[in-house]
């Protein structure tokens, strides 16, 4: 009986193919590493490049204004005071008095011994601040305490009445911004999917408090119809609305975008209405004006926040998760990274047959690559051994200059998914992938 997807990928699968073929290495590893901290090789690189620019592109789509920032990634103890995070950006921790390990108390039951030593010795309950605090220069007191950035979205909120300034905006409009955040996580886990060190793409949307509502529901069907956009299949998506319960401190009403992921449906992206709350807060504890002239009213507001929150990790681990598949091509067995052509770190391989068409087609891939394409050029092992390797890390077309290309000006172009092959010309494979590729 034929494996179901969920059956083939593995996280275990995915972490070998991630350092087997350069996406993605724990830091620092010869020196033991950090947990929850990674680095990214090439083709991560080229991932991660690809996943930031259809975030951009897809947010230059929507009707109204989005603009650009980027935010320093340590932020002062007043600014983290005053967003509530000094506060309130705590998990629940629990200790095992006898191994010392720690575990949020969301992961662990208390009735039960500790799941690494099997000996029944908690601690009790403590709140765990998340933040990783630094001292900035040689003086050591309240005033030189600082965080990095737990969430890129508070740089946006303290700079409001610059960005409105030197921009000249109406209401409603976004700011957009992605970049590093930082968690001391309790327990980093699953890989990509909770990390200490990791990149968020964040969009603030300004908007009036009475239309709220509807600037709510529109950016909850857009993001969640971004993801179909770039392939990710629709039966492993869903919304998810949040109880109370579960909101974060700043926030009236949430609605998670959540992907089923091999250990369960979970948070890939939050969308929440923020009120003003954020502003109101750094109007407060700074005394500084941050609200806007609305024309309409001509009165000063201090508008509402509608903000979309996505990990740039955590949605590359979901498109490799989504794009893994496992099957048998003439009797041999195949890894395939079926990615959206436009997430694919390598548009395309080009293969000569044997070492006498080398020179031919290294001409032609030099001229592709001169196009301005993320291309390859693979001359070592059988043609099949070359497909194997371009399909493991989802390279969408292959090329080879065969035999009979000095004659007809052709090569063969094979499609990574159906693995079908077809002659097209030399001096239209510029065109072929710029069809292709969108
Ligand atoms: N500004 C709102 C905010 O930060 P969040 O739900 O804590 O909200 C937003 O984070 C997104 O950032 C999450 O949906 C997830 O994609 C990503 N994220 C959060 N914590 C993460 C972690 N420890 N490792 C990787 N990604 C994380």
Not at 26 to 34: F, M
Not at 103 to 128: M, T, Y
Not at 191 to 214: D, G, H, I, Y
Request: glycine share 6%; charged share 30%; aromatic share 12%.
């Amino acid at each position: 009986m034929a494996l179901t997807h969920e059956q083939k990928v593995t996280l275990d699968k995915l972490v070998s193919l991630c350092k087997r073929r350069g996406f993605v290495y724990q830091s620092a590893e010869i020196y033991g590493g950090i947990n929850g901290v990674y680095d990214f090789g090439h083709l991560g690189t080229l991932l991660k490049r690809n996943l930031r620019s259809t975030w951009l592109s897809s947010l230059s789509e929507v009707p109204g204004e989005i603009i650009l920032f980027e935010g320093a990634l340590l932020g002062p103890y007043a600014l983290w005071k005053a967003s509530g995070h000094v506060d309130h950006f705590a998990d629940q921790m629990v200790e095992c008095r006898d191994c010392k390990h720690r575990f949020r108390i969301d992961e662990i039951d208390l009735e039960k011994a500790c799941p690494h030593c099997g000996k029944k010795n908690w601690s009790e309950v403590r709140q765990f601040n998340m933040m990783f605090q630094t001292q900035i220069g040689a003086v050591q007191d309240q005033k030189s305490i600082a965080y990095l950035r737990p969430e890129t979205a508070q740089e946006i909120f303290v700079n409001f009445k610059n960005v409105i300034t030197t921009n000249r905006l109406k209401l409603p409009f976004g700011i957009a911004q992605i970049g590093k955040a930082f968690r001391n996580e309790i327990t980093p886990k699953q890989f990509l999917f909770r990390m200490r060190e990791f990149e968020q793409m964040e969009l603030e949307w300004f908007c009036k408090e009475e239309n709220a509502k509807k600037h709510f529901e529109f950016w909850k069907d857009n993001r969640f119809n971004f993801y179909l956009s770039i392939g990710i299949k629709k039966e492993n998506l869903r919304l998810r609305y949040h109880e109370p319960t579960e909101l974060a401190h700043y926030s009236t009403c949430c609605t998670d975008v959540e992907y089923h992921f091999p250990f369960g449906w979970k948070e890939l992206e939050g969308i929440a209405h923020r009120g003003n709350y954020d502003l109101s807060q750094h109007i407060k504890h700074s005394g500084k004006d941050l609200s806007i002239y609305d024309e309409e009213t001509k009165k000063s507001i201090v508008p509402t926040v509608i903000e979309c929150s996505v990990g740039v990790d955590r949605l590359f681990l979901t498109v490799l998760f989504d794009a893994y598949d496992e099957d048998t091509i003439e009797g041999e067995s195949r890894v395939v990274l079926k990615l959206s052509p436009k997430l694919a770190p390598i548009k395309a391989a080009f293969f000569p047959l044997t070492k006498k068409q080398n020179e031919p087609m290294y001409k032609i891939y030099e001229a592709i690559k001169n196009k301005g394409f993320i291309v390859q050029f693979d001359e070592s092992g059988s043609i099949g051994k070359r497909y194997r390797r371009n399909d493991e890390i989802g390279t969408p077309y292959c090329f080879t200059y065969d035999f009979e290309s000095d004659s007809d000006k052709k090569v063969t172009a094979r499609d990574r998914d159906t693995t079908k092959q077809e002659r097209i010309a030399i001096d239209q494979i510029e065109l072929f992938l710029e069809k292709k590729l969108i």
